[in-house]
């Protein structure tokens, strides 16, 4: 399965560089192996998966922030088509899309509070994303609860020290996804 492969890939390097444009050249040339393009757009979104690939990275577009990209079925068939290797979204459809069109769906989740954190596993249960990520991901508590499923937890927002990668790693995320540059090359 093609989403074993991205897993596999963050079992070797567990942390992923989140960037957009501005750190998009660093992360191209970082240890990780799997890049969260954070800031595409369609003029440049087909030489950055290009780019990506080159440089042996597996590549996720967060499709509700790329600019000029339809936030819908047709948006995710293009990127499926371009080579992009998965979408990260909040939106429960945009999931079921990118699994239709054969890619690794992210569905990310803001943990705000308990009746938030009890929402997230019916909404976990209708959309069945292929991983999970858990934002701000210096939460243990909530990574340690969603980890306990079958569908792997990435630990993304305010990890800035290695110490709180170490923690939500320890918390059973799989991976931290993180746009502090100096954490891209700690393991």
């Known amino acids: ?17 989140a960037t957009d444009s501005v750190g998009w050249q660093k992360a191209l040339m970082s240890d990780v192996e799997v890049l969260f393009h954070l800031s595409a757009n369609i003029m440049t979104i087909a030489n950055d998966i290009k780019n990506a690939k080159a440089n042996n990275k597996h590549i996720f577009v967060h499709i509700d922030l790329a600019e000029g990209i339809g936030k819908d079925k047709t948006g995710i068939k293009w990127l499926s088509g371009l080579g992009v290797d998965g979408v990260i979204t909040t939106k429960a459809q945009l999931v079921r899309s990118a699994k239709e069109c054969g890619l ?20 976990i249960d209708t959309a069945r994303p292929d991983l999970i990520e858990i934002m701000p991901g210096v939460i243990p508590k909530a990574i340690s609860l969603f980890s306990e499923k079958e569908i792997p937890v990435i630990a993304g927002g305010l990890i800035e020290t290695k110490a709180e990668v170490t923690a939500a790693l320890g918390s059973g995320a799989v991976a931290v996804s993180t746009g502090k540059s100096n954490l891209w090359s700690i393991l």
């Open 104 to 123: 690794t769906a992210i569905q990310r989740f803001f943990v705000l509070d308990s009746k938030g954190m009890n929402s997230i596993s019916e909404m």
């Open 1 to 17: 399965m093609y989403t074993q492969n991205i897993i596999d890939a963050l079992e070797r390097t567990p942390i992923i560089a």
